[in-house]
Nanobody, 119 residues
Framework: QVQLVESGGGLVQAGGSLRLSCAASGSIFSINAMGWYRQAPGKQRELVAAITSGGSTNYADSVKGRFTISRDNAKNTVYLQMNSLKPEDTAVYYC?????????????WGQGTQVTVSL
């Protein structure tokens, strides 16, 4: 089992910045990759950014150049630095971890943190 706790959401004006944090605990040795997803009202949950255990990253086209995902292995924490925020970035952001235990993949989710970007 992996537990994920997010923090760092809030209200910010367009053009501003926020940093989200996701602390993992439990069977962290089994985690292959972690990422951030978001879900806006009336829309499907979408991948924002992901990072593998080897450090490879992947971003949605809509956030490339503005968001940066990183990880601190010593703290078992993944961060999402969000710059130049736009109103369309408003959503609930969820931390995700994919673990491989005995060759079976498991998905874990945090509780979500609200990000609201105002004009």
């Amino acid at each position: 089992q992996v537990q994920l706790v997010e923090s760092g959401g809030g209200l910010v004006q367009a053009g501003g910045s926020l940093r989200l944090s996701c602390a993992a605990s439990g069977s962290i040795f089994s985690i292959n990759a972690m990422g951030w997803y978001r879900q806006a009202p009336g829309k499907q949950r979408e991948l924002v950014a992901a990072i593998t255990s080897g450090g490879s990253t992947n971003y949605a086209d809509s956030v490339k150049g503005r968001f940066t995902i990183s990880r601190d292995n010593a703290k078992n924490t993944v961060y999402l630095q969000m710059n130049s925020l736009k109103p369309e970035d408003t959503a609930v952001y969820y931390c995700n971890a994919v673990s491989d235990y005995a060759h079976v993949l498991y998905d874990y989710w945090g509780q979500g943190t609200q990000v609201t970007v105002s004009l």
